[in-house]
């Protein structure tokens, strides 16, 4: 059964915006933590951003912090990624996922528990 599905990926120009969404499960929904990950080609799975279960805790790693901003929609058990003056470095596939320990990292893969299967977003120059 998959319970987090992601959404929004396509091909965009370079400073242009996408917005990602990772629908889940009501269990999943629930987690302490959902984030976002990305891997490029040859590259190994990279943290995004993350936010915890009420929304009042958020994380993003440098390159971002400044162009994407993470939101949930407890109503519709959905987690956005809002991208915006997007660069080719940001093409990667985007996953989401789910860590339901408090205490676990929220920039580290392995710490996660539950993924989607993943969203192509491609930035042309």
């Known amino acids: 059964q998959v319970e987090l599905v992601e959404s929004g990926g396509g091909l965009v120009q370079a400073g242009g915006s996408l917005r990602l969404s990772c629908a889940t499960s009501?269990?999943?929904?629930?987690?302490?933590?959902l984030g976002w990950f990305r891997q490029a080609p040859g590259r190994g799975r990279e943290f995004v951003a993350a936010?915890?279960?009420?929304?009042?805790?958020?994380y993003y790693t440098d390159s971002v912090k400044d162009r994407f901003a993470v939101s949930r929609d407890d109503a519709k058990n959905t987690m956005y990624l809002q991208m915006n003056s997007l660069k080719p470095e940001d093409t990667a596939v985007y996953y989401c996922?789910?860590?339901?320990?408090?205490?676990?990292?929220?920039?580290?893969?392995?710490?996660?528990?539950?993924w989607g299967q993943g969203t192509q977003v491609t930035v042309s120059s």
């Open positions: 996922a789910a860590e339901m320990r408090e205490d676990a990292s929220p920039w580290q893969v392995d710490d996660y528990d539950y």
């Open positions: 009501e269990r999943l929904f629930s987690a302490y933590r």
């Open positions: 936010i915890i279960y009420g929304g009042s805790t958020t």
